[in-house]
């Protein structure tokens, strides 16, 4: 097959088939990031915070906010379209300096640099990176996982919230937050 074509069409493939693609965009709810946020003991002006699979930005901007404030955030995401909602929503809020949005695939990202990584996947996907995170991960880091556990270790917390007690109605069910230091897995 010619070259040229054969990488044409490969862009007409959609994200989501992509061979690592791991979850589909679904949100995590302001409530349920602030909850994130807070079990995951975020260090004012101290900690670097990365979402490897940030949609659309809203995790790493909250992070380094008010109450959290955490030194840095990065934000990862496979989908160019969302990187670049990020990147709007980080300019935006003045955070250029703070919050770095990169379009990448999280296989090929280096995450050893973070103090807190949140995660909203599905469990199967969060065995996929388990290895990477057990690899690259400093002991001290904690993860933080939106509904789905991590089938092979032990959660040092959860929290259970409802997060119908805001104003999106449209997440008006209760999710479950578990929380992973990487001393205690
Ligand atoms: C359920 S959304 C979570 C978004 C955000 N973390 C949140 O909680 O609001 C999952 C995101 O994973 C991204 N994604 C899927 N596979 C990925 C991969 N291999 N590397 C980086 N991002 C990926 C998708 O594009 C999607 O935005």
Redesign the pocket.
Same mark, same amino acid.
């Given at each position: 097959m010619d070259h040229e074509v054969f990488s044409g069409s490969l862009k007409k493939i959609p994200?989501y088939a992509?061979k690592?693609? +791991?979850?589909? $965009?679904?949100?995590?709810n302001a409530i349920v990031?602030d909850e994130m946020l807070r079990l995951a003991d975020v260090k004012s002006g101290k900690d670097v915070v990365y979402? $490897?699979?940030?949609?659309?930005g *809203?995790?790493p901007i909250r992070a380094v906010q008010e109450p959290f404030c955490a030194a840095r955030a990065v934000g /990862? &995401?496979? &989908?160019k379209e +969302?990187c670049k909602i990020a990147r709007e929503k980080v300019k935006t809020s003045d955070l250029q300096d703070k919050v770095r949005i990169k379009n *990448? &695939? /999280?296989?090929k990202c280096d995450l050893s640099e973070a103090d807190v990584v949140? +995660?909203?996947?599905s469990e199967p996907?969060n065995e996929r990176i388990r290895p990477k995170l057990e690899r690259e991960l400093k002991k001290t880091a904690r993860v933080v996982s939106?509904s789905f556990r991590m089938e092979s270790w032990n959660p040092s917390k959860t929290s259970d919230i409802n997060a119908s007690l805001g104003n999106d109605k449209k997440y008006a069910y209760p999710r479950r937050i578990y929380l992973y230091r990487m001393d205690e897995i």
């Open positions: 994200i992509h690592n693609y +791991l979850a589909p $965009p679904f949100p995590s990031v979402d $490897p699979a940030c949609g659309d *809203r995790i /990862i &995401d496979i &989908d +969302l *990448r &695939d /999280i296989f949140t +995660l909203y996947l996907s939106h």
